[in-house]
């Protein structure tokens, strides 16, 4: 099975920023937007990640 | 604010037209493709996934579960955010096999027909429901806005429209394993139109709803029960399973299949879609809450699921209801359009093809697209109908739901597809027809029945799916275990599963080359199918239809079944060609093949890292080190097919590695194929010097052999042969060449002695010639004496230039070392010459440059220039010219003798310098002058070029040059310069 570095960094991050974030985004005096900056965190994670597997060749 | 459904008509109907002319537009090529075929548009056309259910029932699930509306866009981006672990290699296997839905893929990999068949069935009834769902969507947003119109004709109108757009643009060229340009941009637009749609619904809802973002934070802080409600977290499993459902989707909805794997152009676009599409979704589920909140704030009397399209009217903006209106209209058509091509490719390939297949004699590409457009057409009014019947109209959560939990029961299957190749086709029927029964009765049936099954059992939705899920997993697992896999299973489950670079090799095809491809294949097809096909394959594959390699003929028929099964499904697919182009011998399984395994490895480097990537490049080191190698090295894999072909062995046969990988020995061209077949098969593991003609030429070739034993372990599998072949051609010619040099010595000190001894009795015969010459005086007998003595000369003048020959190059330190100026030396020899009377008439001309002086022997210099011009003299015509020059080049002093003869012809060429070698008549030449100026120049230090344009026609003429190094005072040595003096 060939899973790249970047894709288990992707993995791993979200998995922490999800147990980190989900209190913040709950606290009821908190924006009501908490979870999009969240989600767009990742996003541009993974834009990062998925960068550098413009190289593979299927 | 209501609109009459004139003006609601011909918005839908512009709209309508637009997707037209933008799929019209695209595939007439007035839009240029680097727009059309740019990864945007393919990530844009992927948001066909947000349909209604993002579109209208995202407001009333986030008025019910809070952030838990966003479960289902979350399960869908988690799918593309890890795309590596499930979409990607899923995207390999359907390109390189053509397939073109979950039930090829399945069928394919499970090697069932009967799985292909379910799976259709299991979506087909998923997934109606979805498209009645987006019929009713938008009738029931026209039943909003225009509540006097008739809503069944408004989405008969809709329906008949959609149908059209399908038929045109998803099945316009017929063979249906192309990509439908003009429909991806259509749906790219779609998804354009239904994001700008909802942006602008949320900044209109911020903006007139709040007065603007600080706004909508001061009305949620006076609607406490709200706001906790929003953050309040999810009851237990809930949100998971849901998001779970949405991550199956990606792969297990039709549409999304489609979308995702038949549509793509470029593996890199999923790389793009892997971030850009949840940013899509993003986007698209960022507005939802504000719209919303302004919907709750104005007090709409709208059901929560159309407040999209009822903001407008609650805040008096025609402008806003329409945008809201045409978003909706976006959602619903591009679903419907994408969802029945889908569903049209697999009712075709698994419930109407396994049972009714056209015969030879039919168009079967023409039966197929009437075929496809005739189940288009059904699937949209059977939505229609399901749609229409029912009184109850449920709501949009309650049939989204039930669609998508049907195909959550595809998950195990897919999993197991990429990562456990033990998983089989008994294990994985077995779990699904469960797995699907139990979602039918506690899910499916109340639907469709109205009979709640759940209120009986203390159960709800969510349990139900788990259990369902659960069993299915446990019984594929179980069954998987217990039962045996079919060799045919296991050959695909390799295929299809990461981990594994195990192949079938297998060889000895009925068929020998593509024209008996095409004749096997007409039976089936027709003739002229059976040509398109076979012909699109080699296209495909660039192989020259002459090609007769075995591992060339495997790669087609790989090819072909690919090619057909987009054409007829992976199992008639597969059926077919096992049928018509069966394999004669088919090896153990478990044998590798090499091929495989290193374009595998070549396409997942980049994926390499660490221990692997060190053995990667160990791999290609030692790989590179053989080909590298100045020996041929040719290495045999079963059935003497060629695995390895080194460039040393390329540049000896004159074969490159091209074309003869993958052949078999018998392939290869004469001589090299029986040379190496003989040696293979003989005992002797060498052979020395064996000869060929190549070409009219003789190489000598030494060849070696080592056999590859099958190893004990089971890690080596393996078995061939490497042959070494050793070119010692040059080495044969050296040798060649130093056994006649030998031999000419050996005369040389012959001829040398026989001289010797012959220059005395000559001499003696000499002497009494001259006695009677002088003391007789009969005429006759003073003109035979006259006669005597002139053959005595000419025998003494041949013992002497034996004797020089003999003596030339082996004692240099009696030579005299003095300076010599060519001019004179040139013009001496032209005089000697000139003495001759018997000469013919020749035109000398000299263009020696004054001054020029050399180092060494003037009287061998003499003799060197007196041999070349009596050469040229001999072979020049009467009156023609000979030219003699001299000039300096560099520190060089270059002298040459120019004929006008007939040249030096080609074959003789490299043997004029040979002793005793001559063109003139026995009697006029000893064959030793050129011999003796080679001689002598060599060991004066010169170098001597003869250039002949013997192949000109006119004037052809030979021209030598001797070089010489120029003589200069300052450079020469302090002994050599006092004796020079």
């Known amino acids: ?58 | 604010m209501t609109f009459d459904l004139s003006s609601l008509f011909i918005l839908g109907l512009c709209y309508m037209a637009m997707l037209f002319f933008i799929a019209l537009a695209t595939d007439r090529g007035w839009i240029p493709q680097r727009i059309t075929r740019h990864p945007v548009v393919y990530v844009l056309a992927l948001g066909v996934f947000a349909s209604v259910w993002s579109y209208y029932a995202a407001t009333a699930n986030a008025f019910r579960d809070g952030f838990g509306y966003l479960a289902p866009f979350i399960g869908i981006s988690l799918a593309f955010l890890f795309s590596p672990l499930m979409l990607r290699p899923i995207l390999e296997i359907t390109k390189s096999y053509q397939l073109s839905s979950l039930a090829d893929l399945l069928a394919f990999r499970y090697r069932s027909p009967a799985a292909g068949t379910i799976t259709t069935l299991v979506l087909l009834i998923g997934v109606i429901p979805l498209l009645s769902l987006q019929i009713q969507a938008v009738a029931n947003s026209v039943a909003l806005l225009a509540p006097d119109t008739s809503q069944t004709t408004l989405a008969i109108v809709f329906c008949s429209l959609i149908t059209l757009f399908a038929i045109f643009f998803g099945t316009g060229r017929g063979a249906g394993r192309e990509r439908h340009e003009g429909l991806v941009m259509a749906i790219a637009f779609d998804s354009v139109v239904k994001l700008l749609a909802l942006l602008a619904l949320g900044v209109f809802a911020i903006y007139q709803g709040f007065g603007g973002f600080s706004g909508v934070d001061d009305w949620l802080q006076t609607q406490p029960e709200l706001l906790a409600n929003i953050k309040q977290p999810d009851a237990p499993g809930s949100f998971h399973v849901t998001a779970l459902l949405f991550f199956t989707a990606a792969v297990a909805s039709p549409h999304m299949f489609y979308m995702i794997f038949n549509e793509n152009n470029d593996p890199k676009a999923l790389t793009l879609a892997s971030w850009a599409l949840p940013l899509y979704f993003l986007l698209l589920s960022a507005p939802v809450l504000p719209i919303l909140w302004a919907g709750l704030k104005v007090g709409s009397t709208a059901p929560l699921e159309f407040y999209p399209v009822s903001l407008g009217v609650d805040y008096g903006s025609e402008v806003m209801t329409l945008v809201g209106f045409l978003g909706g209209l976006s959602a619903a058509s591009g679903l419907i359009i994408v969802i029945t091509l889908a569903l049209s490719n697999m009712c075709l390939n698994h419930l109407i093809l396994p049972i009714y297949q056209p015969t030879a004699r039919n168009d079967i590409y023409r039966w197929l697209l009437w075929k496809r457009r005739a189940l288009i057409t059904a699937l949209i009014w059977i939505g229609f109908i399901f749609y229409f019947l029912p009184d109850d109209k449920l709501s949009i959560r309650a049939i989204g739901n039930v669609s998508y939990i049907a195909s959550l029961q595809f998950l195990p299957s897919i999993i197991a597809l990429l990562y456990w190749p033990r998983g089989n086709k008994k294990g994985f029927l077995t779990g699904l027809c469960v797995g699907v029964l139990i979602w039918f009765i506690f899910l499916m049936f109340p639907v469709l029945t109205g009979v709640n099954l759940l209120a009986v059992s203390d159960i709800n939705t969510r349990e139900i799916v788990a259990v369902s899920l659960a069993t299915n997993v446990i019984l594929f697992v179980a069954i998987s275990l217990w039962t045996r896999t079919s060799a045919e299973e296991r050959a695909s489950a390799d295929i299809c599963a990461l981990d594994t670079i195990r192949r079938r090799n297998r060889t000895g095809l009925v068929a020998k080359s593509p024209e008996e491809f095409i004749e096997k294949l007409t039976k089936p097809l027709g003739e002229r199918t059976a040509s398109r096909e076979v012909l699109q394959a080699l296209r495909d594959l660039k192989i020259d239809k002459q090609e007769k390699r075995p591992y060339a003929l495997r790669l087609l028929r790989g090819r072909l079944e690919a090619n057909l099964s987009g054409l007829l499904g992976p199992s008639i697919a597969h059926d077919l060609i096992d049928r018509f182009l069966p394999y004669t011998i088919e090896s153990e399984a478990g044998t590798t093949d090499v091929y495989v395994i290193e374009n595998r490895i070549e396409a997942y480097r980049s994926n390499l890292s660490g221990m692997a990537e060190d053995l990667d490049n160990l791999r290609r080191y030692h790989r590179q080190v053989l080909l590298e190698l100045p020996l041929g090295v040719c290495s045999l894999g079963e059935q003497n097919q060629i695995v390895m072909w080194n460039n040393a062995m390329a540049k000896l046969t004159g074969i490159s590695s091209q074309e003869v990988l993958g052949a078999q020995l018998n392939d290869i061209v004469e001589p090299w194929g029986t040379l190496i077949e003989g040696f293979t098969s003989g005992e002797a593991a060498h052979v020395h010097k064996r000869m060929l003609q190549v070409k009219n030429k003789r190489r000598y070739i030494s060849l070696h052999k080592a056999i590859i034993e099958k190893s004990a372990t089971h890690k080596i599998k393996q078995d061939g042969v490497v042959i070494l072949l050793e070119d010692l051609t040059e080495t044969e010619l050296l040798e060649e060449e130093l056994t006649h040099s030998e031999r000419l010595a050996s005369i040389g000190r012959l001829a040398a002695g026989v001289a010797h001894e012959i220059g005395n009795p000559i001499t003696g015969i000499a002497c009494l010639a001259q006695n009677i010459r002088d003391e007789t005086s009969n005429d006759e007998l003073r003109g035979m004496a006259r006669q005597i003595i002139e053959q005595t000369d000419r025998t003494s003048r041949i013992v002497q230039s034996l004797v020089n020959f003999a003596h030339s190059g082996s004692n240099k330190a009696d030579h005299n070392s003095e300076i010599v100026t060519v001019e004179e030396c040139v013009n001496e020899a032209i005089a000697l010459i000139s003495l001759d009377k018997k000469r013919k008439e020749i035109n000398y001309k000299v263009h020696c440059k004054a001054g020029l002086q050399i180092l060494g022997d003037s009287q061998r210099l003499l003799q060197v220039m007196v041999n070349l011009i009596n050469n040229a003299n001999d072979a020049s015509p009467s009156g023609s010219s000979i030219t003699i020059s001299s000039k300096l080049v560099s520190s060089s002093v270059q002298l040459s003798v120019t004929d006008e003869g007939s040249g030096i012809p080609e074959a003789i060429r490299d043997r004029i310098f040979d002793p005793f070698f001559t063109t003139k008549e026995p009697g006029e030449g000893t064959g030793l002058g050129l011999s003796l100026v080679y001689s002598i120049v060599e060991n004066l230090n010169g170098h001597i070029d003869i250039i002949s344009a013997s192949s000109r026609k006119e004037n052809p003429g030979t021209r030598v040059i001797l070089t010489f190094p120029c003589y200069d005072g300052a450079s020469l040595p302090a002994g050599e310069f006092s004796k020079a003096l």
């Not at chain 1, 990062?48 to 299927?58: A, Y």
Request: charged share 15%; hydrophobic share 55%.
């Open chain 1, 1 to 58: 099975m060939y899973i790249t570095r970047s894709t288990l960094l992707l993995l791993m991050f979200s998995y922490l920023l999800f147990l980190i974030s989900v209190d913040w985004v709950s606290q009821t005096d908190g924006a009501w937007y908490r979870p999009f900056i969240i989600g767009l965190l990742i996003i541009l994670i993974a834009a990062f990640c998925h960068r550098e597997q413009n190289s593979d060749d299927l």
